[in-house]
């Protein structure tokens, strides 16, 4: 399985990553890597959605890499980011105030329970 990109939106301004089956952090990196490709055709900046609701568990050392989800690694990239169904106890390690968003310089890492919650996280 693993986990596979695609265009969330026809403006391809969200880029969608879902986790499916059983995953480790070799699959989303690579998926990652490959992706940058297809932002060579994006002219707005792009937001980024990755959905972990398909994967079976979430793998070891997930509070570091989930801190690169969105990294400006392209120019067209926002820095804006929204994690869907991560488990509580992992969101409190990453986010011990007990809230849904993490600043890290110039990357907004937000955290959310659907698509609809992830929608409104990248219009604020």
Known sequence: ??????????????????????????????????SLFSLYSAKAPVDVIFDLRGG????????????????????TLSGRAVIIGLDDKTLRQIVPDGGKLLILGDQKLHFADSDEEAYIHLRE
């Open 56 to 75: 079976n568990r979430l793998p070891g050392g997930a509070i570091a890499h989930l801190r690169t989800v969105g990294k400006k690694q392209h120019n």
């Open 1 to 34: 399985m693993g986990v596979q990109f695609k265009w969330d939106n026809e403006a391809k301004t969200i880029l969608r990553y879902v986790a499916e089956g059983s995953w480790n952090w070799l699959d989303y990196h690579r998926a990652v890597r490959i």
